[in-house]
T-cell receptor, first 112, second 115 residues
Framework: SQQGEEDPQALSIQEGENATMNCSYKTSINNLQWYRQNSGRGLVHLILIRSNEREKHSGRLRVTLDTSKKSSSLLITASRAADTASYFCATDARNAGNMLTFGGGTRLMVKP | DTEVTQTPKHLVMGMTNKKSLKCEQHMGHRAMYWYKQKAKKPPELMFVYSYEKLSINESVPSRFSPECPNSSLLNLHLHALQPEDSALYLC??????????????FGNGTRLTVT
């Protein structure tokens, strides 16, 4: 079963706009990670946020984590056509023993 | 390009064939993973090797047989597969300590079609 569920499943925006994706999960976690996947390719790690952290930034990416609500969000600012991809959250659950479980993903399309 | 190399990139096999998928990394990672991904779905964990020992098997059918010959190599042996096994098979690795502290490094996958 999926630990994380993502919302929305698909998002279409214009270049220059911001994109926000949300992830909810069910159990206690060590960390939550965000990945990007271009069509037919492998996943690329974007950001890892630990359970005792609330916000992290990396370039145009901002991730928040609310452990009380068991939710996270990924914000991409000033989007570019090259940001078009699928974005997945993944959780490392406590006591799960080196398992990373992925959410359903958000398919982002950025139109030039 | 990724630091995890998977071969072949594409594989078409019949239901009676035996084939193997290969994965290699030279980052000194001691945990290696196989994931299966169907179209428009998230990756699903199949196996985890930690220090060359199988530590997690997610109830995968025996027609999939993993092997970790050394700390740099991971194989997935395939036998008597079904058409529903067609998917993208992703290999990943992580440093010692696993995903508690570190992200996964993925290869670009093998696109498997079972006819």
């Amino acid at each position: 079963s999926q630990q994380g569920e993502e919302d929305p499943q698909a998002l279409s925006i214009q270049e220059g706009e911001n994109a926000t994706m949300n992830c909810s999960y069910k159990t206690s976690i060590n960390n939550l990670q965000w990945y990007r996947q271009n069509s037919g390719r492998g996943l690329v790690h974007l950001i890892l946020i630990r359970s005792n952290e609330r916000e992290k930034h990396s370039g145009r990416l901002r991730v928040t984590l609310d452990t009380s609500k068991k939710s996270s969000s990924l914000l991409i600012t000033a989007s570019r056509a090259a940001d078009t991809a699928s974005y997945f959250c993944a959780t490392d659950a406590r006591n799960a023993g080196n398992m990373l479980t992925f959410g359903g993903g958000t398919r982002l399309m950025v139109k030039p | 390009d990724t630091e995890v190399t998977q071969t072949p990139k594409h594989l078409v096999m019949g239901m009676t064939n035996k084939k193997s998928l290969k994965c290699e990394q030279h980052m000194g990672h001691r945990a290696m993973y196989w994931y299966k991904q169907k179209a428009k779905k998230p990756p699903e964990l199949m196996f985890v090797y930690s220090y060359e020992k199988l530590s997690i098997n997610e109830s995968v059918p025996s027609r999939f047989s993993p092997e970790c010959p050394n700390s740099s190599l991971l194989n997935l042996h395939l036998h008597a597969l079904q058409p529903e096994d067609s998917a993208l098979y992703l290999c990943a690795s992580s440093p010692p300590g696993g995903t508690v502290n570190s992200p996964l490094h993925f290869g670009n996958g093998t696109r498997l079609t079972v006819t």
